[in-house]
């Protein structure tokens, strides 16, 4: 019988203390999208003040988590590689978006959704915050290309 020896977490990479941050920070912001609906009861007065706050909570982590994988890879290869990093952020953010506007579109073809042809032309030209006047819709896209 052999014992395998599992590496930790944080020895992976994984920061495991920031992980319930990151819940708490997702939490707020469900909490204040949920606030919004017409059932939701209204006894919360600052609700989309707390959604404010899960957001900045959530961009600190990623900061950090940004500053550390980019100081990590000057350390190991005494240089950062920009096009290695953006290339990766492509990777990681551009699926997500792309089904995100995929799905205001199906949304907005059934008619639950209102979002005009050039909401989704600056959505595709990550052009959303060039828009005077941004649907409610299209500021998740502000926020992840912005």
Same mark, same amino acid.
């Given at each position: 019988?052999?014992?395998?020896? %599992?590496?930790? #977490?944080?020895?992976?990479?994984?920061? #495991?203390?920031?992980?319930? !941050? %990151?819940?708490?920070? =997702?939490?707020?912001?469900?909490?204040?999208?949920?606030?919004?609906? %017409?059932?939701? #009861?209204?006894? &919360?007065?600052?609700?989309?003040?707390?959604?404010?706050?899960?957001?900045?909570? *959530?961009? &600190? +982590?990623?900061?950090? !988590? @940004?500053? /550390? !994988? !980019?100081?990590?890879? +000057?350390?190991?290869?005494?240089?950062?590689?920009?096009?290695? *990093?953006?290339? %990766?952020?492509?990777?990681?953010?551009?699926?997500?978006?792309?089904?995100?506007?995929?799905?205001?579109? @199906?949304? /907005?073809?059934?008619?639950?959704?209102?979002?005009?042809?050039?909401?989704?032309?600056?959505?595709?030209?990550?052009?959303?915050?060039?828009?005077? =006047?941004?649907?409610?819709?299209?500021?998740?896209?502000?926020?992840? *290309?912005?």
């Amino acid at each position: 019988m052999s014992l395998q020896v %599992r590496e930790s #977490p944080f020895q992976a990479g994984r920061i #495991p203390s920031l992980d319930g !941050l %990151r819940a708490f920070s =997702i939490s707020l912001v469900i909490f204040a999208h949920v606030s919004g609906t %017409r059932f939701f #009861p209204s006894f &919360v007065a600052a609700r989309r003040d707390l959604g404010n706050i899960g957001v900045r909570i *959530f961009f &600190v +982590i990623s900061g950090f !988590l @940004i500053t /550390t !994988l !980019l100081l990590n890879e +000057i350390t190991a290869k005494g240089r950062i590689s920009l096009k290695s *990093f953006y290339f %990766r952020r492509v990777l990681r953010i551009f699926p997500c978006a792309y089904a995100y506007i995929a799905v205001s579109a @199906i949304l /907005t073809w059934l008619g639950w959704v209102t979002l005009s042809t050039g909401d989704f032309v600056h959505a595709l030209t990550y052009t959303v915050n060039y828009e005077l =006047i941004r649907p409610w819709h299209t500021i998740h896209l502000l926020v992840a *290309f912005g």
